[in-house]
T-cell receptor, first 114, second 113 residues
Framework: GNSVTQMEGPVTLSEEAFLTINCTYTATGYPSLFWYVQYPGEGLQLLLK?????DKGSNKGFEATYRKETTSFHLEKGSVQVSDSAVYFCALILIKAAGNKLTFGGGTRVLVKP | DGGITQSPKYLFRKEGQNVTLSCEQN?????MYWYRQDPGQGLRLIYY???????QKGDIAEGYSVSREKKESFPLTVTSAQKNPTAFYLC????????????FGEGSRLTVL
């Protein structure tokens, strides 16, 4: 089956620090990959996506590159702000498989301190 | 503005009572979903619907029921058969089923007293 593994949190950083959240996956085909963000007390929002190998998704200063050879989609941001404190979810879907739905990782909580 | 509205935001229930969580979307999306989120855990799919009058069980459907009588609405009932119903419930929609781009509501937090 398909699965997504994320690094366990919480990840605690100081403002302006570099953030990396690791995400690896297993899939029975070539998935599309996503990062979602959940701010405190809210639902999830799509942060970025990549649909094929070597694609780089980017949004709000965050980036992630689809690495087929290492089955990874690590999320990075060069200089975090307090407002980036949230839970981040990595997810995949096999688009070409009929009726397929998103598979989520367990989420990584990030806390940015001033 | 288009979006997904969940209500109520907070709900308290006594053991043995059924409760219904509302989810309405005005995005004209065909697919809708219900997820359960427990503290420190990821999202688990309860039910999903691809089209009006059709829905399918997800990974943890036991103790829950849904209906999809209108495209815009996908209410979730948490029945007394659900053994551990205290959780954060998230509704989502997408333009079609086979996509990773979901739009989420703000969630409903259910607490069983």
């Amino acid at each position: 089956g398909n699965s997504v593994t994320q690094m366990e949190g919480p990840v605690t950083l100081s403002e302006e620090a570099f953030l990396t959240i690791n995400c690896t996956y297993t899939a029975t085909g070539y998935p599309s990959l996503f990062w979602y963000v959940q701010y405190p007390g809210e639902g999830l929002q799509l942060l970025l996506k990549a649909t094929k190998a070597d694609d780089k998704g980017s949004n709000k200063g965050f980036e992630a590159t689809y690495r087929k050879e290492t089955t990874s989609f690590h999320l990075e941001k060069g200089s975090v702000q307090v407002s980036d404190s949230a839970v981040y979810f990595c997810a995949l879907i096999l688009i070409k498989a009929a009726g397929n739905k998103l598979t989520f990782g367990g989420g990584t909580r990030v806390l940015v301190k001033p | 503005d288009g979006g997904i509205t969940q209500s109520p935001k907070y709900l308290f229930r006594k053991e043995g009572q059924n409760v219904t969580l509302s989810c309405e979307q005005n995005l004209n999306h065909d697919a809708m979903y219900w997820y359960r989120q427990d503290p420190g855990q990821g999202l688990r799919l309860i039910y999903y619907s691809q089209i009006v009058n059709d829905f399918q069980k997800g990974d943890i459907a036991e103790g829950y029921s849904v209906s999809r009588e209108k495209k815009e609405s996908f209410p979730l009932t948490v029945t007394s058969a659900q053994k551990n119903p205290t959780a954060f419930y998230l509704c989502a929609s997408s333009i079609r089923l086979n996509t990773g781009e979901l739009f989420f509501g703000e969630g409903s937090r259910l607490t069983v007293l």
